[in-house]
């Protein structure tokens, strides 16, 4: 059973940055595409970023040049690197892991406030 526990979240300054981190335990299938969505308050969940086995990357257009992603294949860890935070980022951040058969975190939480 595979297992995406995430990690780095909290409350930060806008203008400040948070990584976070997803590790997945156990073997994940292959190819597969590792992201972030998020779900703020009222909100639907949204795509943040994705990354595939071979490091195509893609980025929702209100996180592109703030937000990057990457991946370490080894350790089966995704890692979200945000910068410049602003309030509307304040979100439940879920991992997860498209394959043959999808997984997801539990979720952590950012938020960005004064």
């Known amino acids: 059973q595979v297992q995406l526990v995430e990690s780095g979240g909290g409350l930060v300054q806008p203008g400040g940055s948070l990584r976070l981190s997803c590790a997945a335990s156990g073997r994940l299938f292959s190819p597969n595409v590792m992201g972030w969505y998020r779900q703020a308050p009222g909100k639907q969940r949204e795509l943040v970023a994705s990354?595939?086995?071979?490091?195509?990357?893609n980025y929702a257009d209100s996180v592109k040049g703030r937000f990057t992603i990457s991946r370490d294949n080894a350790k089966n860890t995704v890692y979200l690197q945000m910068n410049s935070l602003k309030p509307d980022d304040t979100a439940v951040y879920y991992c997860?892991?498209?394959?043959?058969?999808?997984?997801w975190g539990q979720g952590t939480q950012v938020t960005v406030s004064s």
């Open positions: 997860y892991c498209r394959s043959l058969i999808n997984y």
């Open positions: 990354i595939s086995s071979v490091g195509s990357t």
